[in-house]
């Protein structure tokens, strides 16, 4: 089953660290991913009105690599997550594209809000 999850590591002077653990089809990955916090209430604000719209796009970026996660809507409620984890600049990493359901953002959005609590 394709999955992306996310779990808070630190928070130092604004930024905030966490892991992304990706499953894509037989490929699985995670990578630390930091992004200040303020970015992240933008990643929030964009997520919540994704899931209550049911369109649009969503991408955060990591703030020391080429990584990202992009999430983007599909008709009937389907949403493309699409990134890279593990940064190009290293010896492995992922690129991975999945669809899910919308009920996801819905998990995603609370763990992001937990991360600044």
């Known amino acids: 089953m394709d999955k992306i999850s996310f779990?808070?590591?630190f928070t130092v002077e604004g930024y905030l660290t966490f892991s992304v653990r990706v499953?894509?089809?037989d490929f699985s990955g995670s990578a630390n991913f930091c992004i200040s916090e303020i970015a992240l209430k933008e990643v929030i604000s964009a997520l919540s009105e994704v899931y209550n719209c049911l369109k649009g796009t969503c991408q955060m970026n990591d703030y020391d690599s080429d990584d990202f996660n992009?999430?983007?809507t599909e008709k009937l409620g389907h949403?493309?997550?699409t990134g890279q984890i593990g940064g190009s600049h290293r010896r492995q990493y992922l690129n991975y594209q999945f669809i899910t359901e919308q009920t996801v953002l819905a998990e995603i959005i609370s763990d992001f809000k937990n991360m600044l609590s």
Do not use: A, D
């Open 7 to 9: 779990e808070h590591q």
């Open 70 to 72: 992009l999430f983007e």
């Open 79 to 81: 949403i493309i997550v």
């Open 23 to 25: 499953i894509s089809g």
